[in-house]
Structures are given as structure tokens and as C-alpha cells.
């Protein structure tokens, strides 16, 4: 079956840097769109950055660009953020989504598969 598992999340101070990483099995890897989304309680999940089925395209919300960077290895299954200059803002559990499109979409409905979530937390 379809699994997608979020790993990296931890307790860092502000301005660190973290990088998650999400192994993903069970479908086809390159036919999916893969993100990253975010969490805190009370909120409703956030979209962090999404990366093309090849790579070649990605797209960031406002407040992590130039922070952070999505990535992902077709070879391993994998996609990655890594995350910069965090602050307290950045604290939330984030998850990994895949969503079988040819485009990069924000929007959580759009995504098939969801990880559990890794947490991660920045003190200041």
C-alpha cells in the first residue's frame, strides 16, 4: 500500500537549520507531484512547497521562500526540505503529500497521500 514517511523533525533553536526527508513506496514515484505542508495546532494546514513529477519545477509559499528548499531522488523514492534560518514561526508538524497531477498545486485537497507528520519545533 501507498506510505509516505516524514523523518528530521526535532527541537532546534532559531536560526538553525533542519532537514526533513520522506521516503515514499507503494505507487509510482515520478507520476506524482510531491509537497510539503505544515501544521500547528488550532490552524489549518498550511502548504510550505511542492516539486514538479521531474524536478524541474518548484513553487514556495511566501513566508519559507529563500529559506527553504524543496527537493526530491526519483532513484531513492525520496523528497527532501531543507529547511533555513528557521524561526519560531516555523514551528508546526509537517507533512509530505503526493498528488497524482501534471502541475504544482497549494491546494491540500488536490493530494492523494499524506504522511504522518514529523514535528518540528524552534525555540527563540
Known amino acids: 500500500q501507498v506510505q509516505l514517511v516524514e523523518s528530521g523533525g526535532g527541537l532546534v533553536q532559531a536560526g538553525d537549520s533542519l532537514r526533513l526527508s520522506c521516503a515514499a513506496s507503494?505507487?509510482?514515484?515520478?507520476?506524482?507531484?510531491m509537497a510539503w505542508f505544515r501544521q500547528t495546532p488550532g490552524l489549518e494546514r498550511e502548504f510550505v512547497a511542492a516539486?514538479?513529477?521531474?524536478?524541474?519545477?518548484?513553487r514556495y509559499a511566501d513566508s519559507v521562500k529563500g529559506r527553504f528548499t524543496i527537493s526530491r531522488d526519483s532513484t531513492k523514492n525520496t523528497v527532501a526540505l531543507q529547511m533555513n534560518s528557521l524561526n519560531a514561526e516555523d514551528t508546526a508538524v509537517y507533512y509530505c503529500?503526493?498528488?497524482?497531477?501534471?502541475?504544482?498545486?497549494?491546494?491540500?485537497?488536490?493530494?492523494?497521500?499524506w504522511g504522518k507528520g514529523t514535528l518540528v519545533t524552534v525555540s527563540s
Open positions: 503529500a503526493a498528488a497524482r497531477l501534471g502541475y504544482l498545486t497549494t491546494l491540500s485537497r488536490d493530494y492523494n497521500y
Open positions: 507503494g505507487y509510482t514515484f515520478t507520476m506524482y507531484t
Open positions: 516539486i514538479s513529477r521531474s524536478g524541474g519545477g518548484t
